[in-house]
């Protein structure tokens, strides 16, 4: 069974016919695939990403986010967005926090939906979304929270997307995050950058939270491919 990817940043090309989305990382990567884009199955993400912040002084961002806005109409998604309290990022968490705030009060009327790349951070994220409604849609990538954060992100309108980092040792609040999440509320992704890594990252990502939900692995891609189709049917 084929896997719709819910996440990726691998270059649109013709060929490209699964369904998927493609998530952007800045401006001039979503301008470099959007011609592309009315070729295939892909729905196609503006991203403002929390490394790209990282590297921003605000003056930088503050202008960057205006000609950032003029793509917002052609966008389906708008992601990455979010915050990255790791290690390596997290000397720019103030900086970070304004920034996604601003970009979740200024797209409130936005008509596609989120993609949240959310690290260490998912507390302040869900406070800072609630600040400006309760009901979004999109789904958090990548995720490695805790039950309750999930609860509260399913609550919010979002979808939760496992990747291949669940592939790497995981605390066990994690494992039970995944066997806690419901299967109307889960997508799968890849989270790739090359078009011959996708289809394996995906399977193995299947194989991987079936057996931690101790469910079949088609049971589990059906759900998720019917998320998927729910999803982007909202953005359509």
Do not use: C
Not at 198 to 212: K, Y
């Amino acid at each position: 069974m084929n896997i719709f990817d819910s996440h990726h940043h691998i270059d649109i090309t013709i060929e490209y016919k699964t369904p998927n989305i493609r998530s952007g990382y800045d401006l001039s990567d979503f301008l470099k695939q959007q011609d592309k884009k009315r070729l295939v199955e892909t729905k196609l993400a503006l991203g403002l990403h929390p490394w790209f912040v990282h590297e921003q002084d605000i003056p930088s961002l503050e202008k960057y986010q205006l000609e950032w806005s003029k793509s917002l109409p052609e966008a389906d998604f708008i992601g990455e967005i979010g915050l990255d309290f790791s290690d390596k990022y997290k000397s720019s968490r103030q900086k970070q926090e304004l920034v996604f705030e601003m970009l979740i009060r200024q797209t409130t009327s936005f008509h596609g939906g989120y993609i949240l790349h959310l690290v260490k951070s998912e507390n302040v994220a869900i406070n800072i979304l609630k600040k400006y409604g309760n009901e979004y849609y999109g789904f958090v990538h990548s995720f490695r929270g805790n039950s309750l954060q999930m609860q509260e992100f399913i609550s919010l309108g979002f979808l939760i997307s496992l990747g291949p980092n669940i592939l790497l040792p995981m605390r066990d609040s994690v494992k039970q995050m995944i066997r806690d999440l419901p299967l109307d509320s889960l997508l799968i992704e890849s989270d790739a950058h090359h078009a011959e890594e996708q289809s394996e990252l995906l399977n193995q990502v299947a194989r991987h939270v079936s057996s931690i939900k101790d469910i079949p692995v088609d049971d589990l891609v059906h759900a998720a491919n019917d998320n998927h189709k729910r999803l982007v049917n909202l953005v359509a």
